[in-house]
């Protein structure tokens, strides 16, 4: 039986591609297998470390392989492409993930459970359907406004512009009935929507991650469930690799001992950065229209001579870090003392 150190592997519906490396890091072994093909082929070789592309999918084939007593390394795709040769083919992206588990430094993906994944897929639907939604609003005031009748953005706009179409009689029939069919779409999407929520805020109730995250000003119930989910605060060493995970810290482009700092680098999980950023404007909207005990001197000063949503980019990274506190240390917000900056606090 022949053993391998490292094994890269291409994931795809049908094909997978393995590039096998010894101790010395030479190529021992390149194969094509079919999906009917790959477990068998880990059944009868000794465990070893087997590198994905993390993806959807590769969570599957990451809890197959641990099963059969294999460490898997699920690297984020952006870290493989430096890796990649000239010609990009299954062979070449296998050897590339292969050599990128294999550096030192490499910080890989954590596996995530059936649970983990099924939970996640309540707020995917969802938003799925609110995008659905949003599309078919979006077509239904186009085409109301090619017969002059203008409606505001939002879903409370709805009723009232199909009210207005069905009471205007010099629109033709046929558009009118045409409509009254996105119309329809629109409601039954706003039910499914509605049921969804209903769920994800029993899943949120069931959590108890969640329910300490949302303590935390700005955060409700779907960033703190998206994060108690998403997010294992063991795989880093501290909020600001957190927030730098989320790309929200800026890109560095320094040389000869100067420092040149961009804009944020918008690396990581879009979704979790646009929620922190949306929660943050939440608290400035709160902080510039009722004050209160959330208008920090920091946050006061940085409204006073910075753009809100420049601002609101700089608190959604003291959020994250914030997060990251009170998952590692298991802590609830309290509002802190004047002159304080936002902080996690032990609940007495």
Not at 216 to 228: K, Q, R, V
Not at 244 to 254: D, K, Q, V
Not at 297 to 302: E, F, G, I, S
Request: contains cysteine; positive net charge; charged residues 20%.
């Amino acid at each position: 039986m022949t053993q391998f150190s490292r094994i890269g592997l291409d994931t795809s519906k049908a094909v997978f591609t393995l590039h096998c490396v010894d101790q010395t890091g030479h190529p021992v072994l390149r194969l094509d297998l079919r999906r009917a093909q790959l477990l068998p082929f880990f059944k009868k070789h000794a465990s070893t470390v087997v590198a994905m592309e993390a993806c959807g999918g590769s969570h599957h084939w990451a809890r197959k392989l641990m099963a059969l007593g294999h460490e898997v390394r699920l690297i984020p795709a952006q870290y493989v492409k430096p890796y990649l040769k000239r010609g990009k083919n299954d062979r070449n992206d296998a050897e590339a993930i292969c050599e990128a588990a294999g550096r030192p430094g490499m910080r890989p993906v954590l596996t995530k459970t059936e649970d983990q994944q099924a939970q996640a897929m309540v707020m995917k639907v969802r938003r799925t359907l609110v995008d659905q939604r949003t599309q078919l609003i979006n077509a239904l005031r186009g085409h109301a406004a090619e017969f002059g009748l203008i409606a505001g953005k939002g879903t409370a706009n709805v009723a009232p512009l199909l009210a207005t179409i069905a009471a205007e009689t010099t629109i033709p029939a046929i558009a009118r009935e045409m409509m009254a069919l996105l119309g329809h779409q629109i409601d039954h999407l706003d039910h499914r929507i509605g049921e969804l929520e209903a769920r994800f805020a029993a899943m949120h109730e069931a959590n108890a991650i969640s329910q300490l995250l949302a303590t935390a000003p700005g955060i409700g119930p779907i960033i703190a469930l998206t994060f108690a989910i998403e997010v294992d605060p063991a795989a880093f060493q501290s909020g600001r690799h957190l927030a730098a995970w989320l790309g929200l810290t800026p890109r560095e482009h320094s040389t000869g001992g100067k420092q040149r700092m961009g804009g944020i680098s918008r690396a990581g999980n879009e979704r979790l950065r646009a929620l922190l950023v949306n929660g943050a404007m939440s608290v400035i909207h709160a902080v510039t229209t009722r004050g209160g005990k959330l208008a920090t001197p920091w946050l006061l000063a940085m409204l006073a001579r910075r753009p809100k949503k420049l601002v609101a980019v700089a608190l959604a990274n003291k959020m994250a870090r914030m997060i990251w506190a009170m998952l590692t240390r298991g802590e609830a917000w309290r509002a802190p003392a004047a002159g304080a900056a936002l902080r996690p606090a032990v609940v007495s």
